[in-house]
Structure formats: structure tokens, C-alpha cells
């Protein structure tokens, strides 16, 4: 994709699967910067599987990431490209008779980064989801060059989905800040569990930037963020990262 966005500092955060805790990580961290007074904006350039309201379809994922900022920014600037269906974008299109515009995405996010000192964005899904025939996530990702936080599960499965991610993105070049591990029981027992961050950053070489723990007191749909999973995420100095 020949597409170069707004040249800005932030995060673009991944994850290994749909559903790994993308949101509320990128929801988290915006939500630690703007309370410490730096300008922090959001963005979820797509969103699949948006609820069909009077004013449109809208993504409940920009609705709660919004929700963690102090931003005026409307959803249409945060979440640009909305598909109904929850499905990757390329099978939306066809069924929705729509394609991804990419200059849409290119102007909103030019004018979240002009209101903005440090912008996170939230991809779709996992890398490789499709977009278009020819774009997926990985390429969409490079039309940002940011440096890429991957969110990966904490149990059984998630070595093989991890390595494979970081594998992606190094071999598309881009820079890759680190791997969060979401969701670890604090209390478990499980021998995988036990063992997996370790052995992720060991094969991955990567830096694991924290261990996120499972924390029952969150509630997306009330806009809650456990105090355990903000503790974890405060330990990293994201603004250093590069
Ligand atoms: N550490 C955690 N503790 C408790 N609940 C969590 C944690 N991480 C994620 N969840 C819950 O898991 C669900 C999925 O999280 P989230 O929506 O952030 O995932 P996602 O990767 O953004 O998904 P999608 O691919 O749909 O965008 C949410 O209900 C969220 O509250
Ligand atoms: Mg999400």
C-alpha cells in the first residue's frame, strides 16, 4: 500500500486474535497519559460489527476509547470506516457494498495528530485480517510507522500466535516495541500459563513491556478499567518508547 499517514508520535497496538484486550489496553494507556496531562488521542481507523444507531452505525470500540480522553473529537474522526457486519473488512465490503477508503482514514487521523501531542491507534483483529483483496492489517500498520505493541493472550496457544505475530511484523520492518501479556491469573496453576511470558520473550526476543493480570472489576460497557490492570500498565514509560 502506498499510503503515508501524518508522520506522529504513538502507539500502534495489535493483538495476536480478535477479542485478546486491544481496547482496553490502547483505552488504558490513553486514559494513564492524558491524566498526567499529556494531549492523548485515539484512533480505530475500522471497526467491524458497529451497532446500527439513529446516527449510524457506531464502534463500540471508538466509543470507549473516547471515553478514556479528554477529547472534543467526535466518533466519525476516531472511527472513520464502519462496517456492520462483525467480520474482517474484506468480506464486510462485499457484503456491505463498500470499500475501506483509505484517504478518509489518512484525513482523520491528520487531524486527530494536529490536536494531539501522542496518538494510539487500534488495529482490527489480528495482522494478517484482510482489509482489501490486496491490504491487511500489517499493511495498513506500515502506513502509520509506529512503533507496534502486540496484545497477546496469557494461556495455552498463545507462544505459537505470539511468535508468529512478531515474526510479521519484523519482517515488515517495522519497529516493534514489545508484547503485553493480558489477562495472567494471578492465582494460577496452570503449567502453561506458568510459563509462557518467559518463553515468549526468550524465542521472540522481544521485550515483554508488562504482564497485565486478569482483573474481574472490569466493565467495558460501563467504561471501567480494573485498578489492577492500570497498575500494571503504569509500570511501562511509554513515552520513551520508539
Ligand atoms: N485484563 C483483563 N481483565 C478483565 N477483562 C479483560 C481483560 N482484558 C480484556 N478483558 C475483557 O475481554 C473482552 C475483550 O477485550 P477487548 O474488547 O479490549 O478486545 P479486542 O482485542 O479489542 O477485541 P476486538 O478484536 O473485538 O477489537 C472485553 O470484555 C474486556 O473487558
Ligand atoms: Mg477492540
Not at 9 to 25: A, H, P, S
Amino acid at each position: 500500500m502506498e499510503y503515508h499517514f501524518t508522520k506522529h508520535k504513538g502507539l500502534f497496538i495489535t493483538g495476536t486474535d480478535t477479542g485478546v484486550g486491544k481496547t482496553l489496553i490502547a483505552g488504558a494507556v490513553a486514559k494513564i497519559l492524558s491524566q498526567k496531562g499529556k494531549k492523548t488521542g485515539v484512533f480505530k481507523p475500522i471497526a467491524t460489527g458497529c451497532k446500527k444507531t439513529r446516527q449510524g452505525l457506531v464502534s463500540e470500540d471508538a466509543e470507549f476509547l473516547k471515553r478514556c480522553t479528554n477529547t472534543e473529537l467526535g466518533l466519525e474522526i476516531i472511527n472513520p470506516v464502519k462496517f456492520a457486519k462483525p467480520a474482517a473488512p474484506f468480506a464486510c465490503e462485499k457484503a456491505e457494498n463498500r470499500k475501506t477508503d483509505f484517504v478518509k482514514i489518512a484525513v482523520a487521523y491528520g487531524q486527530i495528530c494536529s490536536k494531539n501531542d501522542y496518538v494510539i491507534v487500534e488495529g482490527i483483529g489480528g495482522i494478517r485480517v484482510p482489509i482489501t483483496k490486496e491490504i491487511d492489517v500489517l499493511e495498513l500498520a506500515k502506513a502509520f510507522s509506529l512503533p507496534v505493541v502486540i496484545v497477546a493472550r496469557s494461556k495455552l496457544g498463545t507462544i505459537n500466535h505470539t511468535l508468529l505475530t512478531i515474526d510479521a511484523v519484523r519482517q515488515a520492518g517495522l519497529s516493534l516495541a514489545g508484547v503485553i501479556i493480558n489477562g495472567y491469573d494471578e492465582k494460577t496453576k496452570d503449567f502453561a500459563e506458568k510459563t509462557n511470558t518467559r518463553i515468549i520473550q526468550k524465542l521472540g526476543k522481544v521485550k515483554i513491556l508488562t504482564v497485565v493480570p486478569f482483573d474481574k472489576k472490569t466493565n467495558m460497557k460501563k467504561f471501567i478499567i480494573g485498578r489492577k490492570i492500570l497498575k500494571s500498565l503504569k509500570k511501562v514509560n511509554w513515552l520513551k518508547i520508539k
